[in-house]
């Protein structure tokens, strides 16, 4: 076939040119390396997205749960909070330039959430072996009581009875466990919704 006959004179086939690329040369690559170093890192290197490593998270999560347990006794909601978002920060700081999906980071904060309540759990079932906390204890649930039948209103004698079921040793025994129960099942879901939280607000930060 001569050079720029477009079709076949026997079968009327189109032809077809191929166009090899021309070498990069060297100064180019060394410019475009350079445009490349220029650029921020979130938009050269993609994020990437991988399983916990529970080495680093159980430093992490334990660092969470002891500033949650001081926020606890101020708020305890919000403290429970903190310390799934505190856990998906610090596991982080650790591993920069990896995110974390939003089922992983709840997992993390939920971990700090129940390592949290397990600090609360002891403070508890310590406080209950010496007389003076204990006694403070027993006032502070009956104080609750007396609100809970405030809002919800309830027999008379039915909230008499309770009280004193709570004053008995195996009565105050019985609230503690409900107490910890309650608490390790709360640190649960706030913990894995502030880990959640966590892992969206910063995902979008690294994004911006």
């Not at 390592?115 to 609360?120: A, G, R, V």
């Not at 403070?123 to 072996?129: L, M, W």
Request: hydrophobic residues 50%; charged residues 15%.
């Amino acid at each position: 076939m001569e050079e720029g006959v477009p079709f076949c004179p026997h079968c009327a086939a189109p032809q077809i040119r191929v166009v090899m690329a021309e070498p990069v040369s060297n100064s180019q690559g060394g410019a475009s390396g350079q445009d490349a170093g220029a650029l921020p890192a979130s938009q050269t290197v993609p994020v990437l997205a991988v399983p916990i490593r529970w080495s680093q998270a159980f430093r992490a999560c334990g660092l969470a749960a002891l500033i949650a347990f001081l926020l606890v006794l101020f708020s305890p909601v919000v403290g429970m909070l903190a310390a799934g978002f505190l856990a998906v920060t610090f596991y982080r700081q650790h591993r920069p330039g990896i995110a974390l999906r939003v089922a992983e980071a709840a997992k993390l904060g939920a971990f700090a959430g129940i390592l949290c309540s397990c600090l609360l759990s002891f403070v508890f079932a310590g406080a209950a072996t010496v007389p003076d906390a204990r006694a403070k204890l027993q006032d502070e649930f009956i104080e609750s009581i007396q609100k809970v039948t405030a809002w919800f209103p309830a027999n008379p004698a039915d909230m008499k009875a309770a009280i004193d079921q709570l004053k008995t040793p195996r009565g105050f025994a019985t609230a503690v466990i409900e107490l910890c129960v309650a608490t390790f099942l709360l640190s649960i879901v706030l913990g894995g919704l502030g880990g959640a939280l966590g892992s969206a607000i910063l995902g979008r930060r690294d994004r911006s």
